[in-house]
């Protein structure tokens, strides 16, 4: 299999942690966003949302999106994780990444702070209401649910450092800060960093 993906793509970094988890290992390709690689002909033919990441199959088929159904085994433990991994991945994520900040630079004539601004907003609204969901529930234990890795955490560590780039300031979110603690503490999740991708960028 060949995980086609970008050093600093939140997405692709969950996918990396699963893959981790579940010890599959996998070619590495990459596509510059920066750069509008994602964008070239032969990527858009495997991905027409022309986004990373795409994991293309030995037997040629294509997966794409990035929500890795690690759960717990329970309903409502399941119910519960779903619910918390859409607070990154549908309701920070997709407003406040490399193409939104572009489109508001271009369109909207607003400047690299103004573009941080926006972006640290949406990141803030949304660590708020995990950081309200998990501190003190019951459920909550060494990670997001539970005392093992779930989708939840998957989806929270990469958004974590996209909020450590956009300078929001973590102290107002204790409880996230534990949780990304244990989080990169695991070799799953530290192996997948950003950092130590191939393809990384100061």
């Known amino acids: 299999m060949k995980l086609i993906g970008y050093f600093r793509s939140s997405a692709a970094f969950r996918v990396r942690i699963a893959l981790n988890l579940k010890g599959v290992v996998v070619e590495h390709a990459f596509r510059h966003l920066r750069r509008g690689e994602h964008r070239a002909p032969d990527y858009v033919a495997l991905n027409p949302q022309k986004l990373v990441p795409a994991l293309v199959l030995d037997s040629g088929e294509v997966l794409t999106q990035s929500n890795p159904p690690i759960l717990p085994k329970d309903p409502v433990g399941r119910a519960r994780v779903r619910s918390l991994a859409l607070i990154p991945t549908a309701d920070i994520h997709p407003i406040q990444n490399l193409r939104v900040m572009a489109y508001l630079r271009d369109k909207y004539e607003q400047s690299e702070e103004g573009t941080f601004a926006w972006s640290r907003h949406w990141i803030e609204t949304g660590f708020e209401a995990y950081e309200a969901s998990v501190a003190g529930n019951r459920h909550t234990g060494a990670y997001s649910h539970g005392?093992?890795?779930?989708?939840?955490?998957?989806?929270?560590?990469?958004?974590?450092?996209?909020?450590?780039?956009?300078?929001?300031?973590?102290?107002?979110?204790?409880?996230?800060?534990?949780?990304?603690?244990?989080c990169m503490k695991h070799p799953a999740f530290d192996a997948a960093q950003p950092a130590k991708q191939p393809d990384a960028e100061p």
């Open 147 to 182: 005392d093992q890795p779930t989708m939840a955490d998957l989806c929270l560590a990469p958004q974590v450092f996209n909020a450590q780039r956009f300078k929001v300031d973590m102290s107002r979110f204790p409880t996230i800060q534990r949780i990304f603690a244990t």
